[in-house]
Antibody, heavy 117, light 111 residues
């Protein structure tokens, strides 16, 4: 079965960067895009970015464009999301999610990133 | 970006009674005869789970008390008889236009 397993919780200081990983299993990694979506405490789902694991092409929300970098390691079936210049408003749970035909059919368990001085 | 507007944002429901959530998009979600409108459920403390894709197609394992309908810019998720396990947040999401966008979420609770 499809599984997306994310890295563990992180605590970062303002101005720092964080990298979250998402390891895929149960399917051919390069055959499906991966989205990154975040959810601030008590808030809704906010789409951040997407990667095509086959060719590495990425797209990101204008809201995060200058601060978010999405990469992948096909040999490890893993995608990475790096967010820089962290501020307190970036405190959120970050999810990776598999893209299937303009939809999302599977989600990772989420990674809590806390930004605090 | 396409704006997805859900209503209501809070939905108290008596067990066994029906529930309905509306989702409206700022643009038509039709593309090449397909409409990429999805519904997700997020139970407390869990990741979202897709319930419905392309307006009305139920995912495997989703109880048939959940149904989706609509067209163009107006969509509805209906629960025929609410059960205790249905408590949580419900989101619509469009995948027709880039970037994908979500509704604000509807919180379903038991009265």
């Amino acid at each position: 079965q499809v599984q997306l397993v994310q890295s563990g919780a992180e605590v970062k200081k303002p101005g720092a960067s964080v990298r979250v990983s998402c390891k895929a299993s149960g399917y051919t990694f390069i055959s499906y895009g991966l989205h990154w979506v975040r959810q601030a405490p008590g808030q809704g789902l906010d789409w951040m970015a997407w990667i095509n694991p086959d060719n590495g092409n990425t797209k990101s929300s204008q809201k995060f464009q200058d601060r978010v970098t999405i990469t992948r390691d096909t040999s490890a079936s893993t995608a990475y999301m790096e967010l820089s210049s962290l501020r307190s408003e970036d405190t959120a749970v970050y999810y990776c999610a598999r893209d299937v035909s303009s939809s999302i059919d599977s989600w990772g368990q989420g990674t809590l990133v806390t930004v605090s001085s | 970006d396409v704006v997805m507007t859900q209503s209501p944002l809070s939905l108290p429901v008596t067990l066994g009674q029906p529930a309905s959530i509306s989702c409206r998009s700022s643009q038509s979600l039709v593309y090449n005869e397909n409409t990429y409108l999805n519904w997700f459920q997020q139970r407390p403390g869990q990741s979202p789970r897709r319930l419905i894709y392309k307006v009305s197609n139920r995912d495997s394992g989703v109880p048939d008390r959940f149904s989706g309908s609509g067209s163009g810019t107006d969509f509805t998720l209906k629960i025929s008889r609410v059960e205790a396990e249905d408590v949580g947040l419900y989101y619509c999401m469009q995948g027709t236009h880039w970037p994908p966008t979500f509704g604000q979420g509807t919180k379903l609770e038991i009265k």
